[in-house]
């Protein structure tokens, strides 16, 4: 049993002392980066390639670098969101051969820099034609496939750990406690087979040949948001649409429920993609501070809308991971040793936590989703016209 389980279960039965915060999901990062020519990239890709090898037989390492959503203060939207495609597509290649530090950390951050692609990809929809789309999109989904067993062990684990840590009787079973530990070891087995040399260099080359087609994606600049208009609406459209859904749903609901978090996630990543770095001395000449201010309050604009989409976000995610253990629970508890009790005690715990989730999600998903899809589009279009240089806007 790894140090970290023997010390969660010290804090469930109040040994050890200490207050436990569970680990928060999402790592915030932010870096500024500008994206090399395509023959430097070509020449990177090559490199990349060979990284995961390197890095598992002892070759030199080098710590993941930090990239974020966003526009850079000068830059145009389609150069920006062809750049932000390169770097996540970088990143993720980075985490994957800097593996051997934090394996299910890896797993993480690069599964969530190939969900920002791919919420890229359906704001680019139009642009890039029904064809290139299904492509990107069906690569994107084979090399987030290669990690899945990975990270689904892992969010058992912490699902289980943080159910027991709200409802500390459960972690005085010893059934539970068994249960634990085989979901441990689970966790292990899973990440060891993702991160297998093939499995790895498939995952890798999958993201490496994406990268060098999104660098030579023929994307044109039109004025304001009109080249992913379309794409931005359907998202928020989308998720107007599954929330409304899930809050109907009566059969099936974890199903609903979990569409709507993937819909809701895209809007979140549109909105980091979207927001722009201000340079008030370059962008507003002495005198226009009228103009400055504006900029900065559409700024808070769009990233208060990421920051409720990614409560929303995580809200959804709780719950459809309660949703995901009460099933294996159902379905394999009793061959993997719960008893009956056990098993009732897992399954009402988990369905308390549910219930209540849903009930903060459907609230805050109306107030996210209240305005109409045309209001919702103009808004972010004032928005960016704002944020951006005049000469851009």
Same mark, same amino acid.
């Given at each position: ?7 969660? /279960? ?20 932010? @870096?500024? @980066? /500008? ?5 430097? *990239? ?14 598992? #037989? &002892? ?13 850079? @203060?000068?830059?145009? $939207? ?11 597509? =970088? ?28 919420? /890229? ?7 890039? &034609? ?48 068994? $249960?634990? *530990? ?15 040399? *093939?499995?790895? @260099? ?5 993201? =490496? ?14 004025? +304001?948001?009109? *080249? ?18 899930? #809050? ?35 962008? %507003? ?16 604009? $769009? ?18 991971? $309660? ?5 294996? /629970?159902?379905? =394999? ?15 009402? #715990? ?14 805050? +998903? ?9 209001? %919702? ?17």
């Amino acid at each position: 049993m790894m140090r970290a389980d023997r010390t969660a /279960i010290g804090r469930w039965l109040g040994v050890g002392g200490g207050t436990h915060r569970p680990p928060r999901r999402l790592l915030k990062t932010r @870096h500024r @980066h /500008i994206v090399a020519p395509l023959a430097a *990239t070509l020449v990177a890709g090559a490199a990349l390639g060979l990284g995961v090898a390197l890095a598992r #037989a &002892g070759g030199p390492r080098r710590a993941p670098r930090k990239r974020r959503l966003g526009l850079l @203060h000068d830059e145009l $939207l389609t150069v920006g969101l062809r750049r932000m495609v390169v770097e996540q597509a =970088e990143l993720a290649v980075e985490h994957l051969r800097a593996v051997d530090a934090d394996p299910q950390q890896a797993v993480h951050e690069a599964r969530k820099a190939i969900k920002r692609i791919r919420t /890229i990809v359906r704001l680019l929809e139009e642009e890039l &034609g029904d064809v290139a789309c299904a492509r990107e999109q069906a690569a994107l989904r084979r090399a987030a496939e290669g990690l899945a067993a990975a990270r689904d062990s892992e969010v058992m684990l912490a699902t289980l750990d943080g159910l027991c840590e709200r409802e500390p009787q459960l972690a005085r079973r010893k059934r539970v406690m068994r $249960l634990r *530990t085989e979901l441990a070891d689970r966790r292990d087995r899973a990440v060891a087979a993702a991160l297998s040399p *093939t499995t790895l @260099h498939a995952v890798v080359t999958e993201l =490496e040949t994406l990268r060098m087609r999104a660098s030579a994606w023929p994307l044109r600049e039109r004025k +304001g948001l009109a *080249t992913i208009r379309p794409g931005l609406k359907r998202v928020y459209e989308e998720g107007r649409r599954r929330g409304r859904r899930a #809050a109907r749903a009566r059969k099936d609901r974890a199903t609903a429920m979990h569409k709507w978090r993937k819909r809701v996630k895209d809007l979140r990543y549109a909105a980091e993609a979207l927001s722009r770095e201000q340079d008030r001395r370059s962008s %507003f000449p002495s005198g226009k501070r009228t103009r400055g201010a504006a900029a900065s309050a559409e700024a808070r604009w $769009l990233a208060r809308l990421a920051k409720r989409s990614e409560a929303l976000g995580e809200l959804l995610g709780e719950e459809h991971d $309660l949703a995901v253990l009460e099933a294996w /629970i159902e379905a =394999e508890g009793r061959r993997a040793g719960l008893g009956a009790g056990s098993r009732r005690a897992l399954l009402r #715990a988990a369905a308390r936590r549910r219930a209540k989730l849903r009930r903060r999600a459907l609230a805050q +998903g109306r107030r996210l989703y209240g305005p109409s899809p045309k209001a %919702f589009a103009r808004r972010v279009e004032r928005a960016h016209r704002r944020c951006s240089p005049r000469r851009l806007s």
